[in-house]
């Protein structure tokens, strides 16, 4: 087995970021990325269309996490709120944190709401800031604002390219329960993630 995914995006579905991630970020992003990573294909994973009620955890996230070069997440505070997006996050953060020599960065975060009550580590990340761009319609596309977001995104996607070159070699034990299972119960032990709680999807 090998790699599937160059990036996985999680966001939180069930909220106005869903609207934004799908119409105002992912087209423009996957577009700027594919032009700077010189790739005819670029494989990314989205889940537009949520999780349903009979699938299993097992059966669709943890494999495209597992088989994924990088992690961009879409943050606000609801965002830890879900279980599913918390799962997301824990596992590429444990993957980051354990591998030896420690990669630079594999969670590269995209912030559209105020970052002050997120998690420690969330906090510690270095991310592009998208406040200013989180609107939605026809009327924010034909904005100054949305061509600034444009630029900026352009300039942005550069880490995103980075972080998928220097992605350490894949390796098949990111598919067993420590890395995909364990890291959730170990990233909610710490008192300071009770944002995390209660465990919605």
Known sequence: MAYEYDVFISYRRESDSKE???????PKFKSYLREELGKKALNIFIDEQGIEGGQYWEDTLKIALAKSKCLVP??????FQSEWC???????????????PKPKSLIVPFVIWDGDH???PAKALHYFPCH??????QGFKDSVRYFEFQEKLKKWVVAVAKAIRSAPAWDNNWLDDTWLDLPLDNFLLDDDLSIAQPRNI
């Open 20 to 26: 934004w991630t799908e119409d105002i970020f992912f």
């Open 74 to 79: 879409v943050l606000m505070p609801s965002y």
């Open 86 to 100: 918390v799962r997301e996050f824990s596992v590429l953060y444990h993957r980051q944190e354990q591998l030896v």
């Open 118 to 120: 997120f998690p420690p």
């Open 132 to 137: 200013e761009y989180y609107h939605t319609g």
